[in-house]
């Protein structure tokens, strides 16, 4: 069986996920992948394209995942890649029978996110040496990050034209290319104005970009360099907590529920579709009220 015919389902549907539903780029990367792996696994153990795939073929091969090692969360998600592409072959009237409609969900329980307390945000945000352009950007781009709560990928692709410095806004287009806008406070507004004005023209050694955070290297830092240096600079200063490239987006939505901020206010500035998406945040919000009241109560 030619494992080319499934290749080119596989980039028909990528683009018809980029065109309808907008998704991002790291998203459909993943589906492209989940497809691939699994048309490889048929064409090779069962001789049959993706198209032809039943639920027996699906179930032993999330079947086969689970014995090499996958967790509920990944098969979950691999499950998720197979629906959208084979709702999409029913769709364009391919394929008669969906293979997945009766295949259940493994349980996924939705971890608490790894939040900072405020006094290790305010150790992080001091960590970058600021006599440097580097440091300086960096000390820039941790101050609007919590101050904004954006997605790393929507902080590093910032451009000058979506700051509008007189209302102190930053506009955003997060997944979905949905737009939002989204207040920077007087702290991080008055880093980037300083950042602007000095140091950035130096990264940029004369040449032009829009981007807000250029490198040395090149006109704009990648979500992979931000992560390593937002772990570089906790390890600095002694944070030792489990830290992810959205760290300071968790701190952001803790801190204001922790402040008394209203729920659907906050999901309005992290961009969640969704209101059940913020609500793992009032978990956090709990976790960190019982543990006041078990340090402080006389009786905790």
């Known amino acids: 069986m030619k494992l080319t015919e499934s290749v080119s389902c596989i980039e028909i549907f990528q683009d018809a996920l980029w065109v309808e539903r907008g998704l991002s780029e790291n998203t459909i990367n ?36 689970y014995q ?26 391919i394929i008669e029978e969906d293979p997945c409609a009766r295949i259940e969900p493994p349980k996924v329980g939705r971890p608490l996110p790894v939040s900072l307390s405020e006094d290790e945000v305010s150790w992080l945000l001091d960590a970058p040496d600021t006599n440097n352009p580097e440091g300086y950007r960096d000390r820039t781009m941790l101050e609007l ?31 979905g290319n949905k737009e939002r806008l989204v207040p920077i406070g007087e702290e991080a507004l008055e880093w980037l104005i ?36 937002i772990k570089r600079h906790a390890k600095t200063v002694g944070i030792t907590k489990p830290l992810s490239p959205h760290t300071l987006r968790h701190a952001f939505a803790t801190h204001l529920l922790n402040h008394g901020a209203d729920l659907r206010v906050v999901q309005l500035l992290l961009g969640h579709s969704d209101l059940s998406t913020t609500q793992i945040y009032t978990h956090t919000a709990r976790e960190r009220l019982k543990d006041l009241h078990s340090q402080f ?4």
């Not at 497809?35 to 027996?56: G, H, I």
């Not at 090499?68 to 009237?93: H, K, P, V």
């Not at 130096?202 to 006109?219: A, C, H, M, V």
């Open 194 to 229: 300083s950042y602007i004005e000095g140091f950035r023209g130096e990264l940029l050694k004369g040449q032009q970009s829009d981007y807000l955070f250029p490198t040395r290297r090149g006109p704009v830092m990648t979500r992979q360099a931000f992560w390593y240096m």
């Open 297 to 300: 109560h006389p009786r905790g």
């Open 145 to 175: 990050l919590y101050a904004t709560g954006l997605r790393v990928s929507e902080l590093v692709s910032l451009q000058l034209g979506q700051i509008n410095f007189r209302q102190g806004v930053v506009r955003v287009f997060g997944k």
């Open 30 to 65: 993943a589906y492209r992948s989940d497809l691939k792996l699994f048309s490889e696994w048929l064409a090779t153990e069962r001789e049959k394209q993706l198209v032809e795939a039943d639920q027996s073929d699906l179930s032993d091969y999330l079947a086969l995942k």
């Open 68 to 93: 090499q090692g996958s967790s509920a969360r990944s098969a979950a998600r691999l499950l998720s890649s197979f629906r959208q592409f084979y709702a999409y072959q029913i769709r364009e009237g």
